[in-house]
């Protein structure tokens, strides 16, 4: 549980973070965009406030745990959608900067392998993280469990003004 | 103290599952309410925060003011011209069925510095041998990156000392002797100074170099500058450089490699 909760919360930092810097700098996300060569002109516009936006909620639900899986699993996809566009502008040779944290366009030749390459990883890092959370969605300090925390501790109130008694529960009771 | 007898055991059980049951309910109307009022405040504070960036990208806008289409062009470039509107034809014009290359550069772009020092010379003798139309497409979309840099707008303020060269008829020298000094740190720039010895080092001497140093002053082709980017804008080109045969982009290996650029082109030609 703890796990997943330190998953969580670092996901959503990325995404707030990479979702705002996009917000503020909508000229680089569009330039980004347009570098990949992945979507018509006519997208780029809409998309420049649509990632950011997307990032920016997703980084909200995870931020509170609220449908933790469902928003995991966007996150994943959406990584996984940066993984197939960096893998292909690498394969056509194009030499851009990623956009991923603002900024945007094309970048030197220099260093080019290693950029793609630890772009990659810190993407495919971010799916593990991710799919684990898809996985076990549980988690702590997250609203999607508040509800049965508040029942549970609810419920054991009604067992205690039930029992007037000390009779323990027999349901309690340990099988000899 | 009475120990409920053995007999009431399976009603015991079953009670205990019907409380459950009715606090799992309980727990669902709960589940659902929390999700519910939850994601419409998210909701809320998403819209607030997308509203915030939208309203702050607003204050700091870096856009350019937009094209105004009678702006003052340098000597031979073209003006408000269509699907090559303020480019700079490189060479004369090539032989008829000669296809088009446009290439899109920023001089403050590492890229572009490598391809001109590359593969630049050679692409420029395609050119004067009239086997292919060559125009520069000069954007300045690294500017925004660079505003508090020792030499900010230093690819606005270049492309502008380019326009005086053209006049001065250096447009090929002028283009070379940038990005032969294109610093190692991209967004360093050069300064004024820097750009006005430029034009000496491109051949621009004497009375030409009077005429150069006061056309750069004057900021004389300053809304040519501000066209060519916004027309990168609004074509939505891919970054610098960006080369086009005839509005096709031309992959980037190709455009290192002469001899693929050549058949490309040869292939183009007479269509």
Redesign the interface.
Known sequence: MWVGTVLRLILSGILFWSGIVKLVEPHGAREAIIAYRVFPPSWVDLLGWALPAGEVALGALLLVGLFTRLAALCTALLMVGFIIGISSVWIRGYSIDCGCFGGGGDVGEAGKTWRYSSELLRDFLFTGMAVYLVSWPRTRWALDSLGATMSTSNSLDDDDDNNDDDTPNPLEEPTP | ????PRDS?RS??DK?AA??AA??S???R??N???IF??LA??V??AL??GL??W??KQGD??PGGIVTDAKVPTGVNANTGDYAWAVPAAKPAAAGAPTLSIWEDFQ???CA?LETGNGPAILKLATDGKVNLVWRPTT??D??FLTGANPKSSHRATMAWGCAIDAGKADEYHSVIFAHQPAT?GDGWSDQELLDYGTEAGITGAAFVTFSACYDAATYDQWVTNSYQTFID???????AAFLNGT?V???TLLDTAALEKLIADATGK
């Open positions: 103290m009475t120990t409920p055991k015991t059980r205990a409380a459950r606090a799992d309980v727990q669902r709960r589940d309410r929390i999700r939850g994601g998210i909701l504070v998403v925060i997308v960036g939208v702050g990208s870096t856009t772009c590492p890229s490598a979309f690294l925004p990156r991209e074509q939505a080109v891919p970054g610098t450089p982009e992959p980037p290996a």
